[in-house]
């Protein structure tokens, strides 16, 4: 399997401009969670889907901040209008129920946003 | 809800000498406790974990941790490192109430040097 994919891998937008992150979890795997990492903040949980529903958001920071999973294979974080402070570090990680007591989560490479 | 604390931001280490990283967890259930690495411009790769059992765990790359209830603590220990093992190394922990979403402590930069 090719791991969880995450696209792009960097992007750089100005500020106002609507940013679409992308997801492709590993093949099987019915939990998919996305996280933000900044130097001030550490590594955040956003949001998780269990079979394509979201369970928790409570991590989105404001209403700019939506995410999706139309379906098992894909899910998408946007952002929209985009601010500077949003810049960071935003990774895709999912897994599987089989492993879920044991959460074992495989991450994305990551997709590194700067907002000017 | 749980947390972890890791109470070093930095670890400077000279190549082939010990290290310990620390990791401390506060949680009012039991818990499944992991240590993820980082390497540069790379996501988050498992290391180990602790989920039952037997308190000493071995993982990857000859790290080892130890789940201590009674401290509530998951340090990560290698007996000699080497310049790769130069990363960042995040301590995360789950429970029943947190939806099995993992709460990760703040990470901990590992430097290895000559």
């Known amino acids: 399997d090719a791991g969880v994919i995450q696209s792009p891998r960097h992007e750089v937008t100005e500020m106002g401009q609507e940013v679409t992150l992308r997801c492709k979890p590993i093949s099987g795997h019915d939990y998919l969670f996305w996280y933000r990492q900044t130097m001030m903040r550490g590594l955040e949980l956003l949001i998780y889907?269990?079979?394509?529903?979201?369970?928790?958001d409570s991590g989105m920071p404001e209403d700019r901040f939506s995410a999706k999973m139309p379906n098992a294979s894909f899910s998408t974080l946007k952002i929209q209008p985009s601010e500077p402070r949003d810049s960071a570090v935003y990774f895709c990680?999912?897994?599987?129920?089989?492993?879920?007591?044991?959460?074992?989560?495989?991450f994305g490479a990551g997709t590194r946003l700067s907002v000017l | 809800a749980q947390s972890v604390t890791q109470l070093d931001s930095q670890v400077p280490v000279f190549e082939e000498a010990p290290v310990e990283l620390r990791c401390n967890y506060s949680s009012s259930v039991s818990v499944y406790l992991f240590w993820y690495v980082q390497y540069p411009n790379q996501g988050l790769q498992l290391l180990l974990k602790y989920l039952s059992g037997s308190t000493l765990v071995k993982g990857i790359n000859g790290f080892e941790a130890e789940f201590n209830k009674s401290q509530t603590s998951f340090h990560l220990r290698k007996p000699s490192v080497h310049i790769s093992d130069t990363a960042e190394y995040f301590c995360?922990?789950?429970?029943?109430?947190?939806?099995?979403?993992?709460?990760f402590g703040k990470g901990t930069s590992l430097l290895v040097t000559p």
């Open positions: 990680a999912s897994s599987a129920t089989g492993t879920l007591a044991k959460n074992i989560q495989y």
């Open positions: 889907f269990n079979n394509n529903v979201p369970i928790d």
């Open positions: 995360a922990v789950t429970g029943r109430d947190s939806g099995y979403a993992l709460n």
